[in-house]
T-cell receptor, first 113, second 113 residues
Framework: DARVTQTPRHKVTEMGQEVTMRCQPILGHNTVFWYRQTMMQGLELLAYFRNRAPLDDSGMPKDRFSAEMPDATLATLKIQPSEPRDSAVYFC???????????FGPGTRLLVL | QKEVEQNSGPLSVPEGAIASLNCTYSDRGSQSFFWYRQYSGKSPELIMFIYSNGDKEDGRFTAQLNKASQYVSLLIRDSQPSDSATYLCAVNMRGTSYGKLTFGQGTILTVHP
């Protein structure tokens, strides 16, 4: 049963610390998405990759957030420095290149104190 | 005006009834429409997608699309308590990258025995 995996599942950190979240997309999926979900804003797209190339990161605060795909099996989302307002659930999703369907990972629940 | 709008609910229906969830979108040129279900504390999971005007049925779920009126709906027949969740509508807007989805805020559905 192919699934998107994310680590860590939970992260508590202090303001100013660096946070790195990792995602392993479903094998064979060429598109990878990073989302942030909060009660107030709902599900927001942060970044989007196709074949490891960044296509759209317009939803991501550029000064502190960065997203990369070092290889086809790993996507990372980094926050440096973290702030309390970054507290949210961060989801990674992947999809096959010829379809628009997206399959979500379990999420990383981040709390910045 | 939000790009994808949903009534936040909660929508409460008795077990066995039909639940009707609605979504409107702002871009008349949108082509692809998706419904995701999200249980509390879990990640969104794809229920259905629809591309053409009319109805699309899958088991107890029916998606309805009316591009002229810019709305898409999800009907759940014979609602069960296990259907209680937040339902997210997602749209691929015209002019955006293939696969990039804009999500609504979601409608909370409660099915009571």
């Amino acid at each position: 049963d192919a699934r998107v995996t994310q680590t860590p599942r939970h992260k508590v950190t202090e303001m100013g610390q660096e946070v790195t979240m990792r995602c392993q997309p479903i094998l064979g999926h060429n598109t990878v998405f990073w989302y942030r979900q909060t009660m107030m804003q709902g599900l927001e797209l942060l970044a989007y990759f196709r074949n490891r190339a960044p296509l759209d990161d317009s939803g991501m605060p550029k000064d502190r957030f960065s997203a990369e795909m070092p290889d086809a099996t790993l996507a990372t989302l980094k926050i440096q420095p973290s702030e309390p307002r970054d507290s949210a659930v961060y989801f990674c999703a992947s999809g096959p290149d010829n379809q628009e369907t997206q399959y979500f990972g379990p999420g990383t629940r981040l709390l910045v104190l | 005006q939000k790009e994808v709008e949903q009534n936040s609910g909660p929508l409460s229906v008795p077990e066995g009834a039909i639940a009707s969830l609605n979504c409107t979108y702002s871009d008349r040129g949108s082509q692809s429409f998706f419904w995701y279900r999200q249980y509390s504390g879990k990640s969104p999971e794809l229920i259905m997608f629809i591309y053409s005007n009319g109805d699309k049925e899958d088991g107890r779920f029916t998606a309805q699309l009316n591009k002229a009126s810019q709305y898409v709906s999800l009907l759940i027949r014979d609602s069960q308590p296990s259907d209680s969740a937040t339902y997210l509508c997602a749209v691929n807007m015209r002019g955006t990258s293939y696969g990039k989805l804009t999500f609504g805020q979601g409608t909370i559905l409660t099915v009571h025995p």
